[in-house]
């Protein structure tokens, strides 16, 4: 479709796209296309979300909740109009029913439009206005925080014995023990993780334990998980089928989300029981397995991400971290501390086979060896009409 204009101020942006609903976007983002209007219901929509919806191409991005609640200062709004995507807020709730996949539509006059007609109107966000907004909940962030901290302190008091009691785990073919396990989550500035890892994935060659989307994650830049662990409710099929291990994250009490869908597929899985988030249990099946070094990309770590995330704490990530100490390390340290640099020995190594490159050439080189003769003799020549001067 035809993207008319996509200025700054509100009053001139007018967009047209193909509509792709969807009220989880990080499964909406796997369906929509470049030029496609995705329309979401998402409040204070994080960056990792809006950034997987810039990844896909979209036009302009209609939410029918707020972008920013103002609870805590989330990423995404900024990233969105950072990359001068249209940002059309709060628009309302009857948005998701009113339109429907595939239908052509309309953004202009800070409205959603269709044939003509207005569907839902709300207000088309700037840049400054993001700012704003962002601003104000970064001063509002202390009666946050301290939910958050009594959340987890909550969950704590309940919670710490059973968190450190042993675990069964699941059959696996993958080998772990004695091994660098690399851990791999769809979050925050994994791609960056990733491709600043490839000179340590490429010596080490770690076990690589995907959780969830980290799978399809791994896929595009060129990795096969071994395992994939978690609910799978954002794993493509293209990853369902890509060869690895399949552990579903059963909870203590009996929750299983996704199972349904798991056994629909009829793919072949294991379970592994644990409490927490599918990124806690990824991390302890490889810490209980008996990796030797557990290197975390795009792990969830500060509160602003547990938020985003939807989770009003985090108590099982706290515990958790606590089981493994040192065994765990973050990507962005490892990619600091190691850089693959090139060792002396390399160095020498590489100019000694030069040399001998170039010996050998000129020894089998016979158009060269009369080239020398002949530069030779002109030396001679040279040397012997300035020695009879004198």
Not at 263 to 280: I, K, L, P, Q
Not at 370 to 380: A, K, N, Q
């Amino acid at each position: 479709m035809k993207l008319f204009t996509r200025r700054r101020d509100p009053a001139r942006v007018r967009v047209e796209g193909l509509a792709r609903v969807g009220r989880r976007t990080k499964e909406l983002a796997q369906r929509v296309g470049p030029g496609d209007i995705a329309i979401i219901d998402h409040r204070d929509l994080d960056r990792v979300a809006a950034e997987s919806l810039l990844d896909a191409g979209v036009a302009a991005i209609v939410n029918a909740d707020e972008s920013i609640s103002g609870r805590y200062p989330n990423g995404g709004p900024q990233r969105v109009v950072a990359a001068r995507v249209p940002l059309l807020d709060a628009v309302g709730a009857d948005v998701m029913s009113r339109v429907h996949d595939g239908e052509v539509v309309q953004i202009h006059d800070n409205a959603l439009w269709r044939a003509g007609e207005k569907i839902a109107a709300g207000e088309l966000l700037t840049a400054d206005e993001v700012e704003q907004r962002i601003g104000l909940a970064r001063l509002r962030i202390g009666a946050e925080l301290r939910t958050f901290a009594r959340n987890t302190l909550e969950y704590i008091d309940k919670e710490a014995e059973a968190a450190f009691e042993p675990l069964v785990l699941p059959e696996l073919r993958t080998t772990l023990r004695g091994r660098h396990a690399l851990v791999v989550v769809r979050g925050l500035d994994y791609k960056h993780d990733l491709r600043a890892l490839r000179a340590y994935i490429r010596e080490y060659r770690p076990a690589i334990i995907a959780v969830d989307g980290g799978a399809d994650a791994l896929i595009d830049a060129g990795y096969t998980p071994d395992i994939i662990i978690g609910d799978f409710d954002s794993l493509s099929p293209v990853a369902m089928r890509c060869g690895a291990e399949l552990v579903h994250h059963v909870h203590p009490d009996g929750r299983a989300p996704g199972r349904v869908s798991l056994r629909a597929s009829g793919a072949r899985y294991e379970t592994f029981v644990t409490d927490g988030t599918s990124e806690d249990a990824a991390l302890l099946l490889a810490y209980e397995a008996g990796a030797e070094l557990i290197v975390a990309v795009g792990t969830h770590a500060t509160m602003v991400e547990f938020l985003d995330k939807g989770r009003r704490g985090m108590a099982s990530t706290f515990l958790t971290r606590l089981r493994l100490g040192p065994v765990l390390v973050d990507a962005k340290g490892v990619s600091r501390l190691y850089q693959g640099k090139v060792r002396r020995r390399d160095l020498v190594l590489l100019v000694g086979s030069a040399i001998a490159a170039m010996v050998a050439m000129v020894s089998a080189s016979h158009s060269l060896q009369v080239f020398l003769d002949g530069f030779r003799l002109m030396l001679d020549n040279v040397w012997s009409r300035v020695t009879g001067w004198f």
